[in-house]
Protein backbone atom coordinates (compact mmCIF):
# COMPACT_ATOMS: atom_id res chain seq x y z
CA UNK A 1 0.00 0.00 0.00
CA UNK A 2 1.21 3.56 -1.02
CA UNK A 3 -0.81 5.28 0.58
CA UNK A 4 -1.73 6.50 -2.98
CA UNK A 5 -5.43 6.20 -4.47
CA UNK A 6 -7.36 7.07 -7.82
CA UNK A 7 -10.69 6.94 -8.48
CA UNK A 8 -12.39 5.25 -10.32
CA UNK A 9 -11.08 1.84 -10.86
CA UNK A 10 -12.07 1.60 -14.57
CA UNK A 11 -14.12 3.56 -16.87
CA UNK A 12 -15.89 2.80 -19.99
CA UNK A 13 -16.47 6.00 -22.05
CA UNK A 14 -17.29 6.38 -26.27
CA UNK A 15 -15.56 8.25 -28.53
CA UNK A 16 -15.69 12.41 -28.35
CA UNK A 17 -16.90 12.31 -24.77
CA UNK A 18 -14.93 14.26 -21.81
CA UNK A 19 -13.14 12.55 -18.69
CA UNK A 20 -11.97 13.38 -14.92
CA UNK A 21 -9.76 10.85 -13.09
CA UNK A 22 -9.03 11.65 -9.54
CA UNK A 23 -6.08 10.88 -7.61
CA UNK A 24 -5.12 11.48 -3.76
CA UNK A 25 -1.51 11.84 -2.90
CA UNK A 26 0.16 9.95 -0.16
CA UNK A 27 -0.10 12.48 3.00
CA UNK A 28 3.67 14.85 3.13
CA UNK A 29 3.48 14.43 -0.12
CA UNK A 30 3.58 17.84 -2.62
CA UNK A 31 4.02 16.80 -6.21
CA UNK A 32 1.83 14.22 -8.12
CA UNK A 33 2.83 13.32 -11.74
CA UNK A 34 0.36 11.60 -14.32
CA UNK A 35 0.93 9.04 -16.41
CA UNK A 36 -0.39 7.03 -19.41
CA UNK A 37 0.31 3.37 -19.46
CA UNK A 38 -0.51 1.03 -22.44
CA UNK A 39 -0.67 -2.73 -22.57
CA UNK A 40 2.53 -4.23 -21.83
CA UNK A 41 4.73 -0.89 -22.36
CA UNK A 42 5.99 1.26 -19.47
CA UNK A 43 4.27 4.99 -18.51
CA UNK A 44 4.10 7.80 -20.43
CA UNK A 45 4.85 10.55 -18.81
CA UNK A 46 1.65 13.36 -19.08
CA UNK A 47 2.34 16.26 -17.23
CA UNK A 48 3.54 16.80 -13.48
CA UNK A 49 1.99 19.23 -10.38
CA UNK A 50 3.92 20.74 -8.00
CA UNK A 51 2.71 23.00 -5.42
CA UNK A 52 -0.79 23.33 -7.71
CA UNK A 53 1.53 24.53 -10.81
CA UNK A 54 2.23 22.65 -13.93
CA UNK A 55 6.07 21.71 -13.65
CA UNK A 56 6.62 19.44 -16.96
CA UNK A 57 4.73 18.04 -19.30
CA UNK A 58 5.14 15.11 -21.67
CA UNK A 59 4.28 14.99 -25.30
CA UNK A 60 0.35 14.88 -24.90
CA UNK A 61 -1.85 17.50 -26.68
CA UNK A 62 -3.78 20.03 -24.93
CA UNK A 63 -6.92 18.11 -24.39
CA UNK A 64 -4.88 16.74 -21.74
CA UNK A 65 -5.26 18.74 -18.93
CA UNK A 66 -4.99 18.71 -15.14
CA UNK A 67 -5.11 20.24 -11.75
CA UNK A 68 -3.62 20.36 -8.70
CA UNK A 69 -5.69 21.37 -5.56
CA UNK A 70 -4.20 22.59 -2.26
CA UNK A 71 -4.65 19.65 -0.74
CA UNK A 72 -2.34 18.30 -3.10
CA UNK A 73 -4.81 16.10 -4.93
CA UNK A 74 -5.19 16.62 -7.98
CA UNK A 75 -7.32 15.25 -11.11
CA UNK A 76 -6.12 14.42 -14.72
CA UNK A 77 -9.25 16.05 -17.61
CA UNK A 78 -9.27 14.69 -21.10
CA UNK A 79 -11.56 16.27 -23.93
CA UNK A 80 -12.97 14.57 -27.29
CA UNK A 81 -11.86 11.69 -26.34
CA UNK A 82 -10.59 9.29 -29.58
CA UNK A 83 -9.75 5.48 -29.34
CA UNK A 84 -6.38 5.71 -28.49
CA UNK A 85 -6.88 7.02 -25.63
CA UNK A 86 -7.80 3.68 -23.82
CA UNK A 87 -5.09 2.78 -21.35
CA UNK A 88 -3.92 2.45 -17.64
CA UNK A 89 -3.71 5.85 -16.25
CA UNK A 90 -1.36 6.15 -13.48
CA UNK A 91 -1.21 8.55 -10.55
CA UNK A 92 2.49 8.81 -8.57
CA UNK A 93 2.77 11.47 -5.55
CA UNK A 94 6.22 12.60 -4.47
CA UNK A 95 8.34 14.43 -2.48
CA UNK A 96 10.70 16.47 -4.59
CA UNK A 97 14.53 16.46 -3.35
CA UNK A 98 17.78 17.94 -4.30
CA UNK A 99 18.91 14.61 -5.76
CA UNK A 100 16.61 11.89 -6.38
CA UNK A 101 12.30 11.96 -6.86
CA UNK A 102 11.00 8.36 -5.35
CA UNK A 103 7.71 8.04 -7.10
CA UNK A 104 4.60 5.94 -5.16
CA UNK A 105 2.04 5.12 -7.26
CA UNK A 106 -1.64 4.45 -6.79
CA UNK A 107 -3.42 1.14 -8.42
CA UNK A 108 -4.33 3.37 -11.91
CA UNK A 109 -7.95 3.96 -13.59
CA UNK A 110 -8.24 1.99 -16.94
CA UNK A 111 -9.98 3.74 -19.55
CA UNK A 112 -11.78 2.09 -22.35
CA UNK A 113 -12.67 4.32 -24.99
CA UNK A 114 -15.71 2.63 -27.66
CA UNK B 1 15.10 7.94 -29.01
CA UNK B 2 14.37 5.97 -25.73
CA UNK B 3 16.69 7.70 -23.28
CA UNK B 4 16.69 4.20 -20.72
CA UNK B 5 16.65 1.06 -22.84
CA UNK B 6 15.67 -1.74 -21.25
CA UNK B 7 16.67 -5.40 -22.51
CA UNK B 8 15.12 -8.13 -23.05
CA UNK B 9 11.91 -6.77 -23.40
CA UNK B 10 10.50 -10.16 -22.79
CA UNK B 11 12.01 -12.89 -20.99
CA UNK B 12 10.00 -16.54 -20.33
CA UNK B 13 11.82 -18.85 -18.17
CA UNK B 14 11.31 -21.61 -15.60
CA UNK B 15 11.15 -21.61 -11.99
CA UNK B 16 14.61 -21.98 -10.52
CA UNK B 17 16.31 -20.55 -13.67
CA UNK B 18 18.69 -17.15 -13.00
CA UNK B 19 17.93 -14.14 -15.08
CA UNK B 20 19.51 -10.73 -15.74
CA UNK B 21 17.46 -7.36 -17.05
CA UNK B 22 19.34 -4.75 -18.20
CA UNK B 23 19.19 -1.03 -18.49
CA UNK B 24 20.85 1.38 -20.25
CA UNK B 25 21.60 5.13 -21.55
CA UNK B 26 24.27 7.19 -22.78
CA UNK B 27 23.02 9.68 -20.51
CA UNK B 28 24.61 9.99 -16.99
CA UNK B 29 21.79 10.02 -13.84
CA UNK B 30 21.94 10.92 -10.36
CA UNK B 31 19.83 8.33 -9.16
CA UNK B 32 17.88 5.31 -10.90
CA UNK B 33 14.93 2.93 -9.88
CA UNK B 34 13.79 -0.17 -10.49
CA UNK B 35 9.88 -1.24 -9.95
CA UNK B 36 7.60 -4.13 -10.64
CA UNK B 37 4.70 -4.00 -11.70
CA UNK B 38 1.42 -6.35 -11.73
CA UNK B 39 -1.07 -6.77 -14.09
CA UNK B 40 -3.34 -4.20 -13.49
CA UNK B 41 -1.62 -2.50 -10.74
CA UNK B 42 0.65 0.21 -10.36
CA UNK B 43 4.62 0.01 -10.44
CA UNK B 44 5.87 -0.64 -7.15
CA UNK B 45 9.29 0.54 -5.96
CA UNK B 46 11.93 -2.03 -5.44
CA UNK B 47 15.00 0.11 -5.08
CA UNK B 48 16.67 3.10 -5.52
CA UNK B 49 20.62 3.51 -6.37
CA UNK B 50 22.09 6.47 -6.30
CA UNK B 51 25.62 5.84 -6.40
CA UNK B 52 28.13 4.75 -9.13
CA UNK B 53 29.24 1.13 -8.72
CA UNK B 54 26.67 0.55 -5.90
CA UNK B 55 25.45 -3.31 -4.96
CA UNK B 56 21.83 -3.29 -3.18
CA UNK B 57 20.48 -6.75 -2.18
CA UNK B 58 16.71 -7.64 -1.82
CA UNK B 59 16.47 -11.35 -0.80
CA UNK B 60 17.04 -12.67 -4.49
CA UNK B 61 17.12 -9.79 -5.94
CA UNK B 62 20.63 -7.89 -6.84
CA UNK B 63 20.59 -4.28 -8.21
CA UNK B 64 23.80 -2.58 -9.61
CA UNK B 65 24.34 0.61 -10.78
CA UNK B 66 27.24 1.26 -13.70
CA UNK B 67 29.98 3.00 -12.40
CA UNK B 68 29.29 5.63 -14.58
CA UNK B 69 25.94 6.32 -13.33
CA UNK B 70 24.65 5.12 -17.28
CA UNK B 71 23.46 1.83 -16.60
CA UNK B 72 21.64 -0.58 -14.27
CA UNK B 73 21.16 -4.25 -14.31
CA UNK B 74 18.87 -6.76 -12.14
CA UNK B 75 19.54 -10.13 -11.51
CA UNK B 76 17.15 -12.56 -9.51
CA UNK B 77 18.64 -15.64 -8.60
CA UNK B 78 16.62 -19.07 -8.65
CA UNK B 79 13.40 -17.22 -9.71
CA UNK B 80 10.20 -18.08 -8.87
CA UNK B 81 6.52 -17.88 -10.47
CA UNK B 82 5.59 -14.86 -8.08
CA UNK B 83 8.17 -12.79 -9.68
CA UNK B 84 6.57 -12.89 -12.88
CA UNK B 85 5.47 -8.78 -13.91
CA UNK B 86 6.63 -5.44 -15.73
CA UNK B 87 10.12 -4.56 -14.45
CA UNK B 88 10.53 -1.04 -14.97
CA UNK B 89 13.49 0.84 -14.65
CA UNK B 90 13.37 4.61 -14.39
CA UNK B 91 16.01 7.40 -13.94
CA UNK B 92 16.42 11.53 -12.83
CA UNK B 93 19.51 12.77 -14.89
CA UNK B 94 21.79 14.44 -13.47
CA UNK B 95 21.61 18.44 -13.78
CA UNK B 96 19.37 20.55 -13.17
CA UNK B 97 16.08 18.45 -14.55
CA UNK B 98 14.75 16.31 -12.41
CA UNK B 99 12.34 14.69 -14.37
CA UNK B 100 11.88 10.72 -13.84
CA UNK B 101 12.80 9.32 -17.16
CA UNK B 102 11.05 5.51 -17.86
CA UNK B 103 12.22 3.11 -19.68
CA UNK B 104 9.52 0.91 -21.49
CA UNK B 105 9.84 -2.42 -19.30
CA UNK B 106 10.90 -6.24 -19.09
CA UNK B 107 8.05 -8.60 -18.92
CA UNK B 108 9.19 -11.27 -17.31
CA UNK B 109 7.00 -15.11 -17.03
CA UNK B 110 8.48 -17.25 -14.79
CA UNK B 111 6.73 -21.00 -15.55
CA UNK B 112 6.15 -23.43 -12.86
Request: hydrophobic share 30%; with cysteine.
Amino acid sequence: ETGVTQSPTHLIKTRGQQVTLRCSSQSGHNTVSWYQQALGQGPQFIFQYYREEENGRGNFPPRFSGLQFPNYSSELNVNALELDDSALYLCASSVRTAYQETQYFGPGTRLLVL
Amino acid sequence: TQLLEQSPQFLSIQEGENLTVYCNSSSVFSSLQWYRQEPGEGPVLLVTVVTGGEVKKLKRLTFQFGDARKDSSLHITAAQTGDTGLYLCAGVRAGNNRKLIWGLGTSLAVNP
